[in-house]
């Protein structure tokens, strides 16, 4: 498990530095990261920054009594949203604004204007901007009644703006927050999301997706095991075909075409998922995407993800490429490749339809993969990520149809794996792989050889 520990042991070392030793606050400061550093502790969620001024701090504190005076009066609106503003801005300068603020009671401070001007449109939507604000990098805060209020203003007659900010709210919640993520999942917020699919605004739908995957995400580094795939095991199964179908409802869409393709990825963590997105429809919706996107390196870049999650259910990979998925697949590789991470997305896709199929590599062959998969090895000779996603589509192509190799092999796949040996050590399987199945000259190390001799026991066989 990673050491972690609290601001305040932090805190309390950088103050030990300066007084102990006498370091200057920001050698102080160096000193301390290093210190812990050293000790293998994850300082991802630490402010390694100096702490606010105790004038900058009494300012605060006095704002923040100011709100809370004004929110148990009847206070005008725009008075009680310019005292949120003024709270905002500070939280806005950066972390250790922002830790000051909370370390001075603003959170609860905003719920109770949340609670007292609830139906307040203008009042919500300052609050909510002002709470995403001082929560952004410091969920800690989050508790129960926070987590009431996010349910209570997810109704789908409520505002679309206060909508719009629950639901930011909920996932800066989320992020690098295990136990925020579990307990507002508890709290049935899957019924809210699932009621608000039906919602006409691809905006509000798009927040929808970011919370969806904010639940499935794994990365608190003090917890040692999460929920992620406990949760989008449970909402793939009660959300995922509504999301498929998605994709016809907002096929012009772009930014929320790739939203969702990238929220169907995260939530397709078993294979009975793939069977529900195939079921749906959803391979021919793929490919109608990546048509009508075919010049999208975003777009594209996350059909290919999907793609590849999609072959890992026998039914689906050998389904694909009957749907004309074979000259899209060619054409979106070779007008996408200047863009390095799509084309290798496209490669692991690839590599994942032929695995063990040579129906899957004769239909992709036919349709002049291997020219795409050649030519980004060649755009790409220093790449190690590509090389190595190459060798893999290349061996997976070939090993089961041996008489691809004379195509592959006129388009100069030998020089450049030879040349790859040279360069990437480290992926010399892959590469070697590729040459053996290629039929080209290899020479493979042998991994364990025996001394030879007889083997002894500690007794006498009778």
């Not at 639901?167 to 307990?183: D, F, G, M, T």
């Not at 999609?310 to 074979?326: E, F, P, R, S, V």
Request: glycine share 6%; net charge neutral.
């Amino acid at each position: 498990m990673v050491l972690v520990i609290s601001q305040d042991t932090f805190d309390n070392a950088v103050r030990e530095n300066i007084e102990d030793l006498g370091l200057e606050p920001e050698e102080a400061l160096q000193e301390a990261v290093k210190q812990f550093e050293s000790q293998g502790v994850d300082l991802s969620s630490i402010i390694k920054e100096l702490s606010i001024s105790p004038s900058v701090k009494a300012n605060i504190e006095t704002e923040i009594t100011k709100l809370k005076k004004l929110t148990k009066k009847d206070t005008p609106d725009k008075e009680l949203m310019d005292q949120m503003e003024i709270i905002k801005e500070e939280c806005d300068k950066g972390l250790v604004n922002r830790v000051g603020v909370g370390k001075a009671g603003a959170y609860n401070a905003l719920l109770d204007v949340l609670e007292v001007k609830k139906s307040y449109v203008a009042v919500e939507r300052t609050c909510l901007k002002t709470l995403i604000s001082l929560m952004n990098k410091q969920p800690d805060l989050l508790d129960e009644r926070g987590i009431k209020l996010m349910l209570t203003f997810l109704h789908i007659k409520t505002d679309f703006d206060v909508k719009k900010l629950t639901l930011r709210w909920i996932k800066s919640c989320c992020v690098l927050h295990e136990n925020n993520r579990q307990n507002i999942f508890d709290a049935n917020i899957l019924d809210k999301l699932k009621d608000l699919l039906n919602d006409g605004s691809s905006d509000i739908l798009r927040e929808v997706l970011a919370v969806c995957r904010s639940l499935v995400l794994d990365d608190d580094v003090r917890v040692e095991f999460g929920k992620a795939h406990e949760h989008a095991r449970i909402i793939a199964s009660e959300i995922l075909c509504p999301l498929t179908q998605l994709m016809a409802r907002f096929k012009g869409d772009e930014p929320f075409i790739h939203d969702l393709m990238l929220t169907v990825s995260a939530l397709m963590v078993r294979t009975e998922f793939c069977k529900k997105v195939h079921d749906a429809g959803g391979i021919e919706m793929i490919a109608e995407v990546m048509n009508h996107f075919s010049g999208n390196e975003r777009i594209n870049k996350q059909c290919f993800k999907l793609i590849k999650c999609l072959a890992g259910n026998d039914i689906c990979k050998a389904n694909m490429l009957h749907k004309n998925m074979a000259p899209t697949i060619t054409k979106a590789l070779t007008g996408n490749k200047g863009n390095v991470s799509t084309a290798v997305s496209g490669l692991t896709a690839i590599a994942a339809l032929t695995l063990r199929s040579p129906e899957n590599s004769k239909t992709l062959f036919e349709a002049d993969i291997p020219a795409a998969i050649v030519d980004i090895m060649k755009m790409y000779p220093d790449n190690k990520e590509v090389q190595k996603s190459a060798s893999r589509a290349v061996r997976n192509m070939v090993s089961r149809s041996r008489y691809q190799n004379k195509t592959f092999i006129e388009l100069g796949i030998d020089e450049i794996l030879q040349s790859d040996l040279k360069k990437f050590k480290d992926i010399e399987y892959d590469i070697k792989a590729a040459l053996r199945d290629l039929g080209c000259n290899v020479k493979f190390n042998e991994e364990w050889t025996g001394k030879g001799g007889a083997l002894t026991t500690g007794g006498k066989l009778s």
